[in-house]
Structure formats: structure tokens, C-alpha cells
Nanobody, 113 residues
Framework: QVQLVESGGGLVQPGGSLRLSCAAS????????MAWYRQAPGKQRELVAR?????STNYALKGRFTISRDNAMNTVYLEMNSLKPEDTAVYYC?????????WGQGTQVTVSS
């Protein structure tokens, strides 16, 4: 069983930045990949960014978001810059163990003036 705890969400003005953190209860390098998803009200959950155990990254939202990790801390981060109101959503951390998916409880990000 993998537990994921997100933090770092909050209210930010348009154009601002936030860094989300996801602390895992296991060695993240033992997992196939970790990712950030988001779900806005009335919309489906969508992939934001993903990082594999080998360090490869892919982004559904290029340019403003950066995924990174601290292996020693078993933590994955999502750096978000130039935030827009349409980035408002609950952001979820995801861990993929090939056949099993684990999810965090989510952290709310609200972009508003």
C-alpha cells in the first residue's frame, strides 16, 4: 500500500506561482511513475505532468508547469508558474505501480483576483 500526501495548494492571484508537494510512504524509485492530475468542477480528471522512475517526464500542459522529485525525501513536486483562472482545480498526486494506481486526497488550487 502506498500513501500519498499532497500539500502546497491555496489561493493565488493570476500570474502567480505555487509549488505543490507529494510525499510518498515508499521509495518513489520503486514505483513505475508518479504524476500530477487535476480536476476542475464539472470536468474530468486530466493529466498535468508525469515522471517515470528513470526520470523521463512528459507534460500535458507544457511551458508553465514543471514536475520534479527529491528521491531522498520520496517527494514529487509540481512547480506552477504564470497561473491562470482556468488552472483552478483540485490537484491530485498519483503513483503507478504498473498494475496498481494510488491517489492522494488532493489539494485545492484556486487562481483568482
Amino acid at each position: 500500500q502506498v500513501q500519498l500526501v499532497e500539500s502546497g495548494g491555496g489561493l493565488v492571484q493570476p500570474g502567480g506561482s505555487l509549488r505543490l508537494s507529494c510525499a510518498a510512504s515508499v521509495n518513489i524509485l520503486s514505483l513505475n511513475a508518479m504524476a500530477w492530475y487535476r480536476q476542475a468542477p464539472g470536468k474530468q480528471r486530466e493529466l498535468v505532468a508525469r515522471i517515470t522512475s528513470g526520470g523521463s517526464t512528459n507534460y500535458a500542459l507544457k511551458g508553465r508547469f514543471t514536475i520534479s522529485r527529491d528521491n531522498a525525501m520520496n517527494t514529487v513536486y509540481l512547480e506552477m508558474n504564470s497561473l491562470k483562472p482556468e488552472d483552478t482545480a483540485v490537484y491530485y498526486c498519483n503513483a503507478n505501480d504498473i498494475t496498481i494506481e494510488y491517489w492522494g486526497q488532493g489539494t485545492q488550487v484556486t487562481v483568482s483576483s
